[in-house]
C-alpha cells in the first residue's frame, strides 16, 4: 500500500515560489503515477499536474503552465512541485495522490493528508 505525504506549503506574497515535496513510502513506488491536485474554499478539487513514473509523460492543468513543474526522484522516493510565479487564485490545499500504472485518473487510489498553500500580501 502506497503512503504519501506532502510538505512544504506555507505562505507566500503574490509572484513569489514554494516548492512543495510529497514522500512517497510503501512497495512498487516506483510504478506509481503520482499527481498534484488543489482544492480552494468553496470549490472542487482539481487537478494540477500528474507525472509518470518513469517521468516520461508529464500534464499540467492549462492555469499553471510554464510557472509550476513536477519532478520526481525515485531513488528518494519524492515528488516536487515547483510552483513559481503564485497568484491569491494558487490558495489552496494541495494535495499528491498515487494511482498504479502510468496516468493519473480521477479515481486516483491513495491520498495524502494535503498541506496549505496561501498566496497573499
Known amino acids: 500500500q502506497l503512503q504519501l505525504v506532502e510538505s512544504g506549503g506555507g505562505l507566500v506574497q503574490p509572484g513569489g515560489s514554494l516548492r512543495l515535496s510529497c514522500a512517497a513510502s510503501g512497495n512498487n513506488v516506483d510504478y506509481y503515477a503520482i499527481g498534484w491536485f488543489r482544492q480552494a474554499p468553496g470549490k472542487e478539487r482539481e487537478v494540477v499536474s500528474c507525472i509518470s513514473p518513469a517521468s516520461t509523460r508529464i500534464n499540467y492543468t492549462d492555469s499553471v503552465k510554464g510557472r509550476f513543474t513536477v519532478s520526481r526522484d525515485n531513488a528518494k522516493n519524492t515528488v516536487y512541485l515547483q510552483m513559481n510565479g503564485l497568484e491569491p487564485a494558487g490558495t489552496a490545499v494541495y494535495y499528491c495522490?498515487?494511482?498504479?500504472?502510468?496516468?493519473?485518473?480521477?479515481?486516483?487510489?491513495?491520498w495524502g493528508q494535503g498541506t496549505q498553500v496561501t498566496v497573499s500580501s
Open positions: 495522490a498515487g494511482r498504479f500504472g502510468a496516468y493519473c485518473r480521477a479515481d486516483m487510489t491513495n
